[in-house]
């Protein structure tokens, strides 16, 4: 399978690369099947996403599927990013190879492991927030 327009032009031209200083959440990931990286920024405000940023030593698939999950994730609650998938993302490109599938999980796990670490600390976390990092550890790939 080749790469989809979409996977092209966020990897040649990847949306909300950098740092944001004053995060109010950040995750950091490693790919265990390639030993990529990918650190996660996120403003919060009242719940609400209004920035993300990302930084990869990672694969083009790594950098277009993050590309895409910050756009999708910008202007929504923290309990709306958490249900995006990587499967979401990767259609939301028009589809990656399936060797490539796993590449995407960079950008899912480090959104959520930036939540995780939100709702923890702001005192947020509750046994409906909690179940739902549960079932989506058991759903990767
Ligand atoms: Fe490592 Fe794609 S090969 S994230």
């Given at each position: 399978?080749?790469?989809?327009?979409?996977?092209?032009?966020?990897?040649?031209n990847p949306r909300n690369v950098g740092e944001i200083e004053d995060a109010t959440a950040t995750g950091t990931?490693?790919?265990?099947?390639?030993?990529?990286?990918?650190?996660?920024?996120l403003k919060i405000e009242d719940n609400v996403i209004v920035d993300a940023k990302f930084k990869t030593f990672?694969?083009?698939?790594?950098?277009?599927?993050?590309?895409?999950?910050?756009?999708?994730?910008?202007?929504?609650?923290?309990?709306?990013?958490?249900?995006?998938?990587?499967?979401?993302?990767?259609?939301?490109?028009?589809?990656?190879?399936?060797?490539?599938?796993?590449?995407?999980?960079?950008?899912?796990?480090?959104?959520?492991?930036?939540?995780?670490?939100?709702?923890?600390?702001?005192?947020?976390?509750?046994?409906?927030?909690?179940?739902?990092?549960?079932?989506?550890?058991?759903?990767?790939?």
């Amino acid at each position: 399978m080749e790469y989809s327009k979409k996977v092209l032009d966020h990897f040649m031209n990847p949306r909300n690369v950098g740092e944001i200083e004053d995060a109010t959440a950040t995750g950091t990931v490693g790919n265990p099947i390639c030993g990529d990286i990918m650190k996660m920024y996120l403003k919060i405000e009242d719940n609400v996403i209004v920035d993300a940023k990302f930084k990869t030593f990672g694969c083009g698939s790594a950098i277009a599927t993050s590309s895409m999950a910050t756009e999708m994730i910008i202007g929504k609650t923290t309990d709306e990013a958490l249900v995006l998938t990587n499967k979401a993302v990767a259609e939301a490109l028009d589809g990656l190879p399936a060797v490539k599938m796993h590449c995407s999980v960079l950008a899912e796990q480090a959104v959520k492991k930036a939540l995780y670490d939100y709702y923890q600390r702001e005192g947020l976390m509750t046994p409906e927030r909690e179940k739902m990092f549960k079932i989506l550890d058991d759903d990767e790939h």
